[in-house]
């Protein structure tokens, strides 16, 4: 099976706009996660969907957002770029939800300028 | 929330030699704890995985303990290879969300 596909693989983007990013989970798998890594905090949880419906929510502001298509196709938006929003965004499918193993792609490196 | 905190955050071992990453957990109601390996520029891969209700797993060269009553749980890597350098995570699993500990990179030495 492919393995988790994300794009666009990098991005810079200046403060102030907003930036959409896509992921395509392994086959059959319905829940996709969504974490943000610096080399400050970390790896986060920013949010969970599952067949649509967003179920789990980590603590970011309201300028994050995300949806899940009916094909289990996960976007993410974030609006209103700050400077720290520099990261690495990286997806995880799951067959489970979150509770069960989950597999990463190789993430969405976002610069913010 | 729950608070992982993972140790050590650097390690360096001698090829050959075992390699051994400790972390803690605050959430007892956490019930599964994955462990990561993430090479430069690539995701977090999967490496091994514990549930609650397991206290040990093995998979050839790697195996990771489980204590619940402690709530730590640790990674241990015997026979390290140059291939085994990376950045390791561990994870704890509660209300559907993974919870990271901050890494350690594990350089093993030829």
């Known amino acids: 099976k492919a393995g988790v596909t994300q794009t666009p693989r990098y991005l810079i983007k200046t403060r102030g706009q907003q930036v959409t990013l896509s992921c395509s989970p392994i086959?059959?798998?319905?829940?996709v996660s969504w974490y943000q890594q610096t080399p400050g905090q970390g790896l986060q949880f920013l949010f969970e969907?599952?067949?649509?419906?967003?179920?789990n929510k980590g603590n970011f502001p309201g300028r994050f957002s995300g949806r899940q298509f009916s094909n289990s196709r996960s976007e993410m938006n974030v609006s209103t770029l700050e400077l720290g929003d520099s990261a690495l965004y990286l997806c995880?499918?799951?067959?489970?939800?979150?509770?069960?193993?989950?597999?990463f792609g190789p993430g969405t490196r976002l610069l913010v300028l | 929330g729950e608070n992982v905190e993972q140790h050590p955050s650097t390690l360096s071992v001698q090829e050959g030699d075992s390699a051994v990453i400790k972390c803690t957990y605050s959430?007892?109601?956490?019930?599964?704890f994955p462990w990561y390996k993430q090479e430069l520029g690539k995701g977090p891969q999967l490496i091994i995985d514990?549930?609650?209700?397991?206290g040990e797993k093995k998979d050839q060269r790697i195996a990771v303990t489980l204590n619940k009553t402690a709530k730590h749980f640790s990674l241990h890597i015997t026979e390290t290879q140059p291939e085994d350098s990376a950045v390791y995570f561990c994870?704890?699993?509660?209300?559907?969300?993974?919870?990271f500990g901050a890494g350690t990179t594990v350089t093993v030495r030829a």
């Open positions: 514990i549930r609650s209700n397991v």
């Open positions: 086959s059959g798998h319905r829940s």
């Open positions: 959430d007892s109601a956490s019930n599964y």
């Open positions: 994870a704890a699993s509660t209300d559907y969300k993974l919870s």
């Open positions: 969907y599952f067949s649509e419906t967003q179920r």
């Open positions: 995880a499918s799951s067959p489970e939800g979150t509770g069960g193993t989950q597999y």
